[in-house]
């Protein structure tokens, strides 16, 4: 079977007016049409220090498994937390994830060059050590490196992006249909409005 994936990552060779509204629009929130096995290149991630209830929907599967320590997570698969499970995932020297209670999140892209992880709600911190892309909402979000936090509101439509150390961009579709890009810089705080697709930074 073949792998239909829309993927967008921002070049830091670039400037920022390179961003495609077309490839923003059709970004999808899961792979479709996964082959049995992930890539040979991509990376795959281990849990560590997990506190119950963590699940893990299962590639190729549209069922949910309980997840316990050094269980590995392959690409195209998801991690959501109850009300009291935490995780962390350690993808080698790439990316360090730790999901607190109420969260999931989607590992899209596992292929280093493209790693690409979409946040559906809770409460996530990511340690980058190389350039990692999120999907937030309708939105994007590439880090080089460093540390953040990202947030969602109860009915997930208020996301908070922390950049506790390093910098990115952020780039959406407005209202109006135009491509914007947000440059982010350490001690920053983005708020991404879902709804209207308007961003604050302070």
Do not use: C
């Not at 135009?178 to 920053?188: D, E, R, S």
């Amino acid at each position: 079977m073949g792998l239909a994936v829309f993927l967008f990552v921002f070049s830091p060779s670039k400037q920022s007016s390179s961003v495609l509204p077309e490839v923003l629009d059709i970004l999808p929130n899961e792979l479709v049409n996964l082959p049995d096995e992930p890539p040979a290149l991509a990376l795959k991630g281990e849990t560590q220090a997990v506190v119950p209830t963590v699940s893990k929907l299962v590639r190729n599967r549209n069922e949910w498994e309980e997840v316990k320590d050094k269980t590995i997570v392959l690409m195209g698969e998801s991690l959501k937390t109850d009300k009291t499970g935490k995780s962390r995932v350690i993808f080698n020297d790439h990316l360090t994830v730790e999901i607190e209670p109420n969260s999931e999140i989607k590992f899209i892209n596992l292929l280093p060059d493209s790693f690409l992880i979409s946040q559906l709600q809770g409460k996530v911190n990511y340690q980058v050590n190389k350039p990692t892309s999120f999907r937030i909402g309708l939105a994007l979000l590439l880090i080089l490196s460093g540390q953040l936090k990202i947030e969602s509101s109860l009915d997930n439509q208020l996301f908070t992006v922390n950049l506790l150390s390093g910098s990115g961009q952020f780039a959406l579709i407005d209202k109006d249909n135009q491509t914007q890009v947000y440059l982010l810089k350490a001690g920053q705080r983005l708020f991404y409005q879902k709804q209207n697709q308007s961003v604050n930074i302070k």
